[in-house]
């Protein structure tokens, strides 16, 4: 088994939700939409083939200059075989909604809560969905490339001394 | 004892002694009595904590100074040591420590996050906690070696020595409180923002 | 009295206390809160709340250049700090494309294999100290200081080490490094030896941890559970041999695994995978190849400064690469190193710009505190307190 077959067995049952997909640095990188996240992480789990039954990570990234801007990046491990999987996903910031997978992965659960704290992404029918890191009085989604590192509000530190 | 020049003793504070009896100053005293007996409440929350581990270790040893005894509890500590990066959600936690905390107290600010906030200049860190609790030493250093938190500490036991004993009640210090909205009578129900 | 029974959310009229445990509490080895809902001393529900210390690591990186992210990567498991700190250097490697010669791999594997004792040693001697055995604590903290005794040889810091370079190390380790460690390698295996003794087949010790915080493997896997927590619970996975890198597929050594998942059972896994990195240590330094301990890589490999000093264009190198003005190739790498607590990842994402575009920590202990609430529940107080400590939780590993 290795990464073309799965693309294949991918292509087979998801045509037509599947954008494009490439191999970075050895790992499969799909790129689907946002609607089809929950069957094809259930079909992946599946044993003994496709065999993906560990959630490594899910983490959120901005891409400032594309239409779709926000994007969930999921990375698949199947432990027997050694390999892995990279899913991603993008949704526009007027209506950030991805399917939740806390159903198939109890680990997801947190995981989807941190990119919610700090993309503003909304996964539907999340169990829990609240600022998880930052203070609950935050009033936007600092991991945004809209916003700068340092804080707002601070009035103390004089930007000549510090490099800005 | 044989080897009596190995140790040193403590000299006696000023003042006049005779057959049997010393005469010296109340506050000399109580800062003596006080510095040799501090209480610390190790606010321990990141690398700094670690490095604390060690000072309290048998290498280091912070007991011989007087503080082999921890107090987890705000309300049985003289001196509290914070270590660590403090952010924005654990200020108002901070605060509630320090208020919890009876008179005379101190407060150490180790590392560079607890002085001012560190390598960390983002918009979730507290740029030091002299922003919410008055602070006495501050302690550089990213962690600061076991020798450099024991060097505070030995600086805060002057500050306690040579300290006067109406500070607390003066109207200077209740001002340095106000300033940083810290009650000295416990209200419940009121709630503290941090900016 | 039919007028003031309280209904609770339960359904049932029993008076149930909240019990506040947190953040500041001297069991939690960190800041986290848990509010729990109690029934005399026996835990009906939990609720965990973390975030007290986010440092907002994500969000820095993304403007530091790729030395300086270094620094930031020692501040994430502190008690680690060398593993995090060549993890970071090795997902720069891969994406980069360049491999580093075997001397370097042992080297990495030495400090690495160090690292993980001292965490190991502080998990182990708090799991004591919160069972009540203070001893094994001010013991053990004297082999950490021969430890740093050695950090500070190789890299000048105790602590957070910031140690190595992108394709190697800033020097070669001193005679004085090399005599430590075998003053290390004898005097350490005694003294774990000792600390063992202390409580491993210790009566009180046993009653309190056996069948105490466990947890099935299905259910640790499935909660995305990494490292001794997982290895404790049966699961045999640990990316040094499924994913050897780094040289560790030259190297033979045992992966220890428990039966329930419980706390003396992680007491144990950790024992025994301290002595493991001792016998790794051993072979790596007897085994140690000829050869440069740093690879051939000018465009990113800060020159020798009798170099940086004589010569003009190592003078040109050493001010491009500190300003970070060097062009870094476009990709997307993940890479995963065993941490002292699990499955480690760097995931990073490179426009060819100074600084990374996106890079993102998986980070272990984030992940496994998540089942804490659901592995108390029915608990008792006290047992909530070892569990938590024996699941070794690093705050700085925890919020980033």
């Known amino acids: 088994m290795d990464n073309n077959y ?70 698949l491990h199947n432990m027997k075989n050694n390999m892995r999987i990279r899913i991603k996903t993008f ?34 029918g999340h169990p829990n969905l609240k ?34 | 004892m044989s080897d009596q020049n190995k140790y040193t003793i403590v000299a006696a504070p000023e003042g006049h ?41 048998s290498n280091y040893d912070l007991g011989r100074f007087g503080s082999e005894r921890l107090s987890f509890s705000p309300r049985q500590a003289d001196l509290l040591m914070v270590m660590g990066t403090i952010a924005k959600k654990m200020g108002p936690i901070l605060q509630q420590v320090y208020e919890q905390m009876a008179e005379p107290r101190w407060v150490i600010a180790v590392g560079a996050c607890a002085a001012s906030g560190g390598i960390f200049d983002t918009h979730s860190v507290l740029q ?33 020595e040579s300290e006067s004993l109406r500070r607390r009640d003066s109207k200077e210090y209740k001002d340095l409180l106000a300033s940083f909205g810290i009650n000295q009578v416990w209200k419940k129900d009121e709630p503290k923002t941090i900016i | 009295m039919e007028e003031n029974k309280i209904i609770n959310p339960w359904g049932d009229d029993k008076n149930y206390t909240t019990l506040n445990l947190g953040p500041t509490h001297p069991a939690t080895h960190g800041i986290f809160q848990n509010v729990l809902t109690m029934d005399g001393e026996k835990i009906i529900e939990a609720e965990s709340t973390i975030g007290y210390i986010h440092r907002a690591f994500e969000k820095i990186a993304e403007r530091r250049p790729y030395y300086q992210i270094t620094p930031l990567t020692d501040r994430l498991n502190y008690c680690s700090a060398p593993i995090n700190n060549t993890g970071w250097f090795m997902t720069v490697e891969k994406l980069l494309g360049v491999s580093t010669p075997k001397r370097v791999d042992y080297m990495r594997i030495i400090v690495m294999e160090l690292a993980r004792i001292t965490d190991h040693l502080i998990c182990n001697s708090v799991i004591g100290v919160d069972s009540g055995a203070l001893t094994g604590f001010t013991y053990i903290f004297q082999e950490r200081e021969a430890v740093y005794e050695i950090y500070e040889e190789i890299s000048g810091a105790r602590l957070t080490t910031n140690m190595g370079r992108i394709g190697g190390f800033e020097r070669d380790f001193s005679a004085t490094a090399i005599k430590k460690l075998k003053e290390f390698l004898i005097r350490f295996p005694k003294k774990l030896k000792e600390f063992e003794n202390l409580l491993l087949r210790n009566r009180i010790f046993m009653d309190r941890t056996i069948n105490v915080g466990g947890i099935t493997a299905e259910k640790a896997l499935n909660s995305g559970f990494t490292g001794p927590n997982l290895r404790a619970a049966g699961v045999d996975y640990d990316v040094r041999v499924t994913d050897p890198y780094c040289s560790y597929q030259d190297f033979d050594f045992v992966v220890p695994i428990g039966t329930n998942g419980d706390v003396y059972d992680r007491f144990c896994v950790r024992n025994e995978e301290m002595r493991q990195s001792i016998k790794l240590i051993q072979y790596a330094l007897d085994n140690l190849p000829v050869g440069n301990y740093h690879a051939d890589l000018p465009d990113f490999y800060l020159p020798p400064k009798e170099n940086v000093y ?25 890479y995963a190193v065993e941490g002292a607590n699990g499955e480690l990842g760097f995931y990073l994402i490179s426009d060819g710009g100074r600084t990374p575009f996106r890079l993102h920590f998986r980070r272990p202990c984030f992940i496994y505190y998540q089942a804490y609430a659901d592995m108390i529940k029915g608990g008792l107080l006290s047992d909530a307190i070892l569990t938590m400590s024996s699941m070794n939780v690093i705050a ?5």
């Open chain 1, 6 to 75: 799965v693309l294949q067995k991918i292509r087979q049952y998801f045509d037509g939700f599947v954008l494009g997909y490439e191999e970075l640095s050895g790992i499969l990188t799909i790129t689907v939409k946002p609607v089809v996240i929950n069957d094809l992480v259930s079909y992946l789990k599946k044993e003994p083939e496709p065999g993906f039954s560990f959630l490594t990570d899910i983490c959120g990234v901005h891409y400032p200059n594309q239409e779709n801007e926000l994007g969930v990046v999921y990375h």
């Open chain 1, 91 to 124: 949704v526009t910031k007027e209506y950030p909604i991805v399917p939740t997978i806390t159903w198939i992965y109890a680990a997801a659960n947190w995981m989807e809560r941190e990119t919610y704290d700090f993309y503003g992404i909304e996964f539907e």
């Open chain 1, 131 to 164: 600022r998880i890191l930052n203070v609950e009085y935050l009033d936007y989604y600092p991991m945004r490339k809209d916003y700068a590192m340092e804080d707002p509000t601070r009035e103390d530190k004089d930007n000549r001394y510090f490099g800005r």
């Open chain 2, 17 to 57: 002694s005779g057959p049997g009896f010393m005469a010296t100053s109340l506050d000399k005293v109580v800062g003596l009595a006080r510095k040799n007996s501090i209480w610390p409440l190790p606010f321990a929350t990141s690398c700094c904590g670690i490095e604390f581990m060690s000072t309290m270790a």
């Open chain 2, 128 to 160: 030091g906690i002299d922003r919410v609790i008055p602070v006495d030493v501050y302690v550089p250093g990213c962690p600061p070696r076991p020798e450099q938190i024991l060097d505070g500490i030995l600086k805060i036991q002057e500050l306690v």
């Open chain 3, 310 to 334: 004589n010569n003009m264009e190592a003078l040109i190198y050493h001010f491009k690469i500190v300003m970070g003005e060097i062009d870094m190739p476009k990709g997307e790498v993940y």
């Open chain 3, 396 to 400: 700085g590993e925890l919020d980033a």
